[in-house]
Structure formats: C-alpha cells, structure tokens
C-alpha cells in the first residue's frame, strides 16, 4: 500500500492550496480516509475524515473541504484562508471504514506527509 501526498508549498496567510493524495495498492474506494497535520513540535492533528459523510476539526471548518475521486483513487484537501499557525506536515490515512473516527490509531495507512509553509 501506497498513499503519497502532494500539492504541498509556501502560501501566504489567507491564501489557498489544494493537496492531493494518489492511493496505490488498496481497494480506495472501501476506506474511509483522512487528513492529519502535525506542526513542529506538536503532536498530531485531525484535520478532515471522509467515508459515508464528511467531518471536519474544529480549526478547519468551514474552510477546509476534503473530497475524493475513487476513479482516479485519489484524495484532496482544499484549503482556504490558510493561517501561519497551520504551518505543518500534511499527511493521508486510510482506514478500514468503522464509520467517524478522528484517532491516529484507527488509521491503517499512512503518506510520508507533504510539507506547507504559511508566511508571508
């Protein structure tokens, strides 16, 4: 199994980005996934989860979509009004669907992340 991640970059502050994550090697459309964001020195954080519905932390919503193309098996996530403090590594996930799950353990797979860097 493949999940690799990309779009990453530098945007400035109150910009948009779109990642991408190209899924190899598992049956795509059957998993649930989702977005994880870890900033330097911090711990892990659920961004977006999407199987028979889509779910959204807290600092995201309402700005962040997370959509999928399982033809192409394929993950995204558009960004809008991306903040400094969302600075981080961006990586996919996928999970055998249980159904809503926001934890880093439930996840079976996992990208090597794609960096994003706001500043301005």
């Known amino acids: 199994v493949q999940l690799v991640e990309s779009g990453g970059g530098l945007v400035q502050p109150g910009g948009s980005l779109t990642l991408s994550c190209a899924a190899s090697?598992?049956?795509?459309?059957?998993?649930?996934m989702a977005w994880f964001r870890q900033a330097p020195g911090k711990g892990r954080e659920f961004v977006a989860w999407?199987?028979?519905?889509?779910y959204y932390g807290h600092a995201v919503r309402g700005r962040f979509t997370i959509s999928r193309d399982n033809a192409k098996n394929a993950l995204y996530l558009q960004m809008n009004n991306v903040q400094s403090e969302e600075s981080a590594t961006y990586s996919c996930?996928?999970?055998?669907?249980?159904?809503?799950?926001?934890?880093?353990?439930?996840?079976?797979?996992w990208g090597q992340g794609t960096q994003i860097t706001v500043s301005a």
């Open positions: 996930a996928a999970s055998s669907p249980m159904g809503l799950t926001t934890q880093e353990k439930d996840y079976d797979y």
């Open positions: 999407i199987g028979f519905s889509t």
């Open positions: 090697g598992l049956p795509f459309s059957k998993y649930d």
